[in-house]
Nanobody, 124 residues
Framework: QVQLVESGGGLVQAGGSLRLSCAAS????????MGWFRQAPGKERTFVAG????????YYADSVKGRFTISRDNAKNTVYLQMNSLKPEDTAVYYC?????????????????WGQGTQVTVSS
């Protein structure tokens, strides 16, 4: 069982930065691939970024490439999402998720555990 708790969301102006954190419980965190997803009001939850257990493979949605960076610290059981050059269209609730699969996946159904989400609002 893995419990995930996100933090770091908030209100920021366009062009600004935020760093999201996701703290995980459980001694097997390092064996999970991790992903960040987001969901805007009235829209589906979509993949933002993912990282495998060893942090040597990362993947990003086209909309965030070059602006967002995912990383993890297995010693701290934490995964991060550094978000730079934020745009109003990045406004959403951001969720972290853990997958038992060794390969990062874009599909929400492949993730076994989810956090409660943290709100990110980017003003224009």
């Amino acid at each position: 069982q893995v419990q995930l708790v996100e933090s770091g969301g908030g209100l920021v102006q366009a062009g600004g930065s935020l760093r999201l954190s996701c703290a995980a419980s459980g001694r097997t965190f390092s064996s999970y691939s991790m992903g960040w997803f987001r969901q805007a009001p009235g829209k589906e939850r979509t993949f933002v970024a993912g990282i495998n257990w060893s942090a040597d493979s990362t993947y990003y949605a086209d909309s965030v490439k070059g602006r967002f960076t995912i990383s993890r610290d297995n010693a701290k059981n934490t995964v991060y999402l550094q978000m730079n050059s934020l745009k109003p269209e990045d406004t959403a609730v951001y969720y972290c998720a853990a997958s038992r699969q060794s390969i990062v996946t874009f599909q929400t159904t492949r993730y076994d555990y989810w956090g409660q989400g943290t709100q990110v609002t980017v003003s224009s």
